[in-house]
């Protein structure tokens, strides 16, 4: 079983990870460690794969890793369908959340909350606990109450998508979280609810990752780590200045650095 | 003629025996109207000549036409079945006004008690055709065998030759709306192969509201065929809410035959299920025959195994300022087949009308066919007009998605597959009914013979 340097161990272990779609490889290998409690930015270019490694490790069924391995608190995550990964804490919010007609928001979470906990051998969730939660829940991300009657996702702007996506995310309580381009189509009063409902929701015991073209979701959630995803490689890696310095400089800048280097 | 007859021997041989039974012949007009319908018959068969009969072009009456079914005469309507075999057959509530068939035949003994012979509050009559009372005898005389014409089609030609029972509804102007009337036609397993024709000819007067259920089910699993006749006649100013359940056995054949008659500024809303039978065909037509005339109809039908099921659902626009909206949805699995075939025709006086029909269906198996052909024909030059038809499995970027929150393959295609259901669940009143569909349709949803492993 692999441990961090604290003899802890990572919720998310990543090595040497190559994935394609149909004959293509995107991605070619990448390492990642995430421990309990930290805040990870994965920032790239567009076509860089980063949406791969997310939805990779959340089981999409087209992504078909070639080789390397992901561990999910040492367990290996890749042989597990994608339900099986949601239930153990893992959990993705989309780039383009799927709309669901004629399927309540409520009930749609209610189902989800309930396979979470017939996981942990617990019993199904009461209409009445269950509503309680989803309306303090929905606090976090300041979600109109009408919103969560009508069908999911269906009729919804783009930032009440995203936010519907944080919602789930509150209620679903999960120990790993990916967050695919959440920033992408929000403007900057929808960017300061979903930042600040990210970061209310943030603990020593989980970890978030969070995949991004540009640094501005990172002016108000401060990443632990920072890492340059290009052409399907971690080219570096390093702290929040690592961010700031891409947003003045470009891609351009690291792409050149790294070449220069090879 | 003679080459018809020989095929449908079976059928003369009922027929006759029918022509010489007294109650036959109580009404010498109806005597004459099932004669005519005979000979009908004997001209035009059964469908079963399918190239070039766009009406038949995709389902095969042949097992129909080849099959032998009995048509006792002596069966006692009244013969002693449990009320809650019916109870849990079909959708029931003691406040409603409950009528009951039993294999083709008035069951007075099954249904509600009205105030006397078939009279409810407000002169209200439902009940059967024998007894008709004065005041309502016209009217029945007036529509019967008007708008479901025997000239045109073998099976209706076939039902109004045998036509010697059925249910008359008159709500006469000024009466206040009945409770809901609960039409259940039953078969049962005491003489089979049967076939039965139910007849219902339903009339609402000016400005009066009526709720109407029709349901057609099986207390067997043996083989039948029920050819059935419907005639609804919306007066002027008049709304009437219509559903239509086709909950037969997987044996049974079915075809339905329903005619509308909308006058000025009637309003007609229509839900039609269909869930059983092997062979089923859904034939509606409604007529707008007076300005400013609406009528919404919606329908969902469920097939399995290798069942067959085909809607072919017309709406003809004869005067200005009509409106008529369809939608049907179909969710099909197994090898099993639906067919959605229909028009909306403007005619040339129907300005201003607004019409829209859609047809949307889910194949839950690679195996299961759907043919859906709306069209339209306008011969007016002022309307507004669509169509459109739909046919896909479940989405896999919508099962992944739902499946990335917890929830197994099979939940998240049976909470898919409900919601499309419930888009048309949703729309039936009153609540009792909706309920009762609600419960029918998650229970055939989670049913063993659905597969739900969708397309991951």
Redesign the interface.
């Given at each position: 079983m692999p441990t961090n340097e604290n003899g802890q161990q990572p919720l998310l272990e990543v090595r040497d990870l190559h994935v394609s779609v149909g004959d293509q490889e995107i991605l070619h290998g990448v390492d990642l460690t995430v421990n309990a409690g930290e805040v990870h930015a994965i920032m790239g270019p567009n076509g860089s794969g980063k949406s791969t490694l997310a939805n990779c490790l959340?089981?999409?069924?087209e992504y078909t890793v070639t080789k390397g391995q992901a561990f999910y608190l040492g367990e290996s995550l890749l042989g597990l369908?994608?339900?099986e990964?949601?239930?153990r804490g893992v959990?993705?919010a989309?780039q383009y959340?799927?709309e669901?007609?004629?399927?309540r928001t409520w009930?749609?979470?209610k189902?989800?909350v309930d396979?979470?906990r017939q996981?942990r051998g617990e019993e199904e969730m009461s209409a009445r606990d269950f509503d309680r939660l989803l309306r303090e829940r929905a606090k976090i991300v300041q979600m109109d109450q009408e919103l969560l009657r009508r069908?999911v996702n269906e009729g919804f702007s783009g930032g009440e998508k995203k936010r519907n996506e944080i919602l789930?995310m509150a209620v679903?309580d999960p120990k790993l979280a990916l967050l695919d381009e959440t920033d992408s189509g929000l403007d900057i009063d929808a960017l300061r609810i979903v930042a600040d409902g990210i970061n209310k929701l943030r603990r020593p015991d989980n970890a978030m990752v969070l995949v991004t073209h540009y640094q501005r979701l990172l002016n108000y959630i401060t990443p632990d780590h920072v890492h340059v995803l290009l052409d399907g490689r971690i080219v570096r890696s390093g702290g929040p200045e690592l961010a700031l310095e891409l947003e003045e400089k470009g891609y351009e800048w690291i792409r050149e650095a790294v070449d220069a280097a090879t | 003629m003679t080459q018809v007859l020989e095929k449908y021997s079976g059928y003369l041989a009922q027929y006759e025996e029918l022509e010489a039974s007294w109650e036959a012949n109580r009404l010498p007009w109806l005597a004459q109207l099932r004669g005519h319908a005979w000979s009908r018959f004997a001209d035009l068969g059964m469908p079963t000549a399918r190239r070039g009969n766009e009406k038949w072009k995709y389902t095969n009456v042949g097992p129909i036409a080849n099959g032998s079914f009995g048509h006792p005469l002596g069966l006692d309507p009244n013969d002693y079945i449990a009320p809650d075999l019916i109870a849990q057959a079909a959708p029931w509530q003691e406040e409603w006004i409950n009528l009951v068939f039993l294999d083709g035949r008035f069951s007075s003994s099954l249904s509600t008690v009205s105030l006397s012979n078939g009279v409810y509050a407000g002169g209200v009559y439902a009940g059967g055709l024998g007894g008709i009372p004065a005041e309502h005898a016209n009217v029945f005389r007036q529509h019967l065998g008007q708008h479901a014409l025997a000239e045109e089609d073998g099976f209706t030609a076939l039902n109004t030759a045998f036509l010697h029972d059925g249910l008359f509804v008159h709500v006469p102007e000024g009466a206040p709306a009945p409770a809901l009337l609960n039409l259940v036609f039953a078969t049962t397993d005491r003489h089979q192969p049967r076939v039965t024709y139910p007849r219902v000819l339903v009339v609402a007067g000016p400005g009066t509201q009526l709720t109407l259920s029709e349901s057609y089910v099986s207390l067997t699993q043996e083989p039948g065929f029920t050819n059935a006749v419907t005639e609804i006649v919306l007066e002027e100013n008049s709304q009437v809410r219509h559903c239509r359940l086709l909950l037969e056995n997987q044996q049974a054949f079915h075809v339905g035959t329903s005619r509308v008659y909308l006058a000025q500024n009637s309003s007609f809303n229509s839900t039609s299920f269909a869930k059983g039978a092997a062979l089923g065909r859904s034939d509606l037509h409604c007529l707008l025959d007076g300005p400013g005339a609406s009528c919404t109809l919606n329908g969902l039908y469920l097939t399995t195994g290798t069942q067959h099921m085909d809607n072919f659902i017309n709406i003809e626009h004869a005067k200005p300022h009509g409106t008529s909206r369809l939608l049907y949805k179909g969710i099909l699995d197994g090898h099993s087949r639906a067919v959605f075939g229909g028009t909306v025709l403007v005619r040339k006086d129907a300005q201003h009308t607004n019409a829209h029909q859609t047809d949307k269906n889910l194949l839950l198996s690679e195996d299961a066919e759907i043919d859906s052909k709306p069209s339209l024909f306008i011969y007016a030059d002022d309307v507004i007009c669509g169509h459109g038809a739909t046919a896909g499995h479940i989405d896999a970027e919508t099962l992944f998605y739902m499946r990335s929150r917890g929830l197994d393959l099979a939940t998240a295609s049976r909470i898919l597959v409900q919601a499309f259901a419930g888009e048309i669940i949703e729309k039936v009143e009153p609540e009792p009914l909706r309920d009762y569909l609600e419960k029918l349709y998650s229970g055939a949803v989670s049913a063993p013979g659905i597969s739900l492993g969708g397309t991951p």
């Open positions: 959340v089981g999409k069924p369908e994608p339900e990964r949601a239930r959990f993705l989309f959340p799927v669901l007609p004629g399927v009930q749609f979470l189902a989800a396979a979470l996981q069908s789930q679903l | -």
